[in-house]
């Protein structure tokens, strides 16, 4: 373990020590904590998120979080890839969230273009997880034009999915990047509607497997019998890919009915497809209705 590590490691369990003491001496954890924050922001800011990402939220755990949201020093640190993980990311975001007015301001309003993308998805997994893309419809707007490729593709997933727009998915699937192509397909699963059916039927025919097979599995969420045969065909087209697309898509299901295709593209020449079959096949089957 590095210095570096072992005084992160010893400002953590300090922190912990304190937080423990709550209960019994909170006015005097509580003028240690403040002390701490108005003397050192960063240091607490960077171990408090660390905390309140690993550790179940009690009432030490909401002071700290606003504690924390005086002065918004965790931001950076909830977005750091090197100091929480994405599902720390994530549990530490609900106390912050709850306890900072401007959670969701600070987190849109600390992007911009020279951001890594590790760190824009971080905010789509905070924002995910908190289930509160509503409140951030012009960032995610932006997003969706980002000089990112994989940006793009995971904006129109969440924006389209938002709001299940035909226009609006219509327009995305104009992309020339088959990963927005695909997201914004994904939005309309289970959305029963003429025109989002009509929009999945015809992506079906994308020259690319992954919008293709989206577009057949949207279809099968909202009409299995119509839509089995149409998947039943992709698995003997003879580009690979799709062929590996539609094992991937037939495990989605869980549908006996397909065992037996799975079963012969597990046996397929392509290793691709292979893996993808034997995949499906390890996922449980639902019972035959």
């Known amino acids: 373990m590095s210095a570096a590590e072992t005084i992160s490691l010893d400002l953590l369990l300090r922190l912990q020590g304190l937080l423990s003491a709550f209960r019994d001496q909170s006015r005097?954890?509580?003028?240690?904590?403040?002390?701490?924050?108005?003397?050192?922001?960063?240091?607490?800011?960077?171990?408090?998120?660390?905390?309140?990402?690993?550790?179940?939220?009690?009432?030490?755990?909401?002071?700290?979080?606003?504690l924390l949201a005086t002065n918004g020093a965790y931001m950076k640190h909830l977005l750091s890839t090197t100091v929480v993980s994405g599902a720390e990311a994530a549990a530490a975001a609900r106390p912050l969230s709850h306890a900072d007015l401007a959670f969701f301001q600070r987190l849109v309003d600390s992007s911009d273009e020279k951001d890594r993308t590790e760190t824009i998805n971080r905010r789509f997994e905070i924002i995910s997880a908190l289930d509160r893309a509503s409140v951030v419809v012009p960032w995610l707007q932006r997003m969706t034009h980002h000089r990112d490729p994989r940006v793009q593709s995971k904006a129109s997933l969440i924006f389209c999915g938002l709001y299940a727009n035909p226009l609006l998915v219509e327009r995305q699937l104009s992309s020339?990047?088959?990963?927005?192509?695909?997201?914004?397909?994904?939005?309309?699963?289970?959305?029963?509607?003429?025109?989002?059916?009509?929009?999945?039927?015809?992506?079906?025919?994308?020259?690319?497997?992954?919008?293709?097979?989206?577009?057949?599995?949207?279809?099968?969420?909202?009409?299995?019998?119509?839509?089995?045969?149409?998947?039943i065909a992709f698995a003997a087209n003879p580009d690979p890919q799709f062929r590996a697309a539609t094992a991937w898509a037939m495990g989605q299901t869980g549908d006996p009915a397909f065992q037996c295709y799975l079963e012969a593209l597990a046996a397929d020449p392509a290793e691709t497809v292979r893996a993808a079959a034997q995949?499906?096949?390890?996922?449980?089957?639902?019972a035959e209705s």
């Open 28 to 66: 005097d954890v509580r003028a240690a904590l403040k002390q701490w924050n108005n003397s050192r922001p960063e240091e607490l800011a960077r171990v408090g998120v660390q905390h309140l990402g690993r550790t179940p939220t009690d009432a030490a755990e909401e002071y700290l979080a606003r």
């Open 176 to 231: 020339t990047d088959p990963r927005v192509r695909a997201n914004a397909i994904q939005a309309l699963w289970h959305v029963n509607k003429l025109t989002c059916r009509a929009i999945l039927e015809k992506a079906t025919g994308d020259p690319h497997h992954r919008v293709a097979l989206n577009a057949v599995l949207g279809l099968y969420y909202l009409n299995r019998v119509a839509a089995t045969d149409q998947m």
């Open 279 to 286: 995949h499906a096949l390890s996922v449980p089957r639902c």
